[in-house]
């Protein structure tokens, strides 16, 4: 069962400029050690953090107002074969989320649907 679905779109430019204007205390406000790593391994290391930037909008919406999530409560990381992966942490959430990340020259877009998890799974 769908329990919510949240999207996003940012321009990548806009994350860029954040980082040059405010550096790492905007990154560590916004994304967790793993996400900095991760995104830093790239050349277009500003696609990658705005990507994760939407992915926790995307959560954000999908999520809905409980429970009440901030910035670093979501975890973003990847599986072996790349594919995006989101987890809630210091909450007591029980629910599956379902992540697709894409990102062009100039827009990174996400997506987020939230199912309840499979007992049988
Ligand atoms: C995976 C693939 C579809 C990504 O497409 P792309 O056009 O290069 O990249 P996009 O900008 O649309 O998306 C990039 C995002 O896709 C996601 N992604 C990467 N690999 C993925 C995968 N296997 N499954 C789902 N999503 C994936 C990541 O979140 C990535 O962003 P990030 O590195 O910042 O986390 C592409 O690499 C591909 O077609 N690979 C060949 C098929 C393949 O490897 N399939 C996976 C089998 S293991």
Do not use: C
């Amino acid at each position: 069962m769908i329990l919510g679905t949240g999207i996003d779109v940012i321009e990548i430019e806009r994350i860029a400029r954040a980082i040059d204007r405010w550096g790492d205390h905007f990154l560590r406000h916004v994304f967790l050690d793993n996400e900095i790593t991760y995104a830093r391994r790239h050349k277009a290391a500003a696609a990658h953090f705005a990507v994760r930037f939407a992915a926790k909008e995307a959560v954000f919406k999908a999520v809905g107002t409980n429970p009440q999530l901030s910035w670093k409560d979501i975890r973003i990381t990847n599986d072996e074969h790349g594919r995006p992966l989101a987890e809630i942490l210091n909450h007591d959430f029980q629910d599956s989320i379902y992540l697709s990340l894409s990102h062009s020259k100039h827009y990174a877009v996400a997506s987020a649907i939230i199912t309840k998890t499979d007992p049988a799974a």
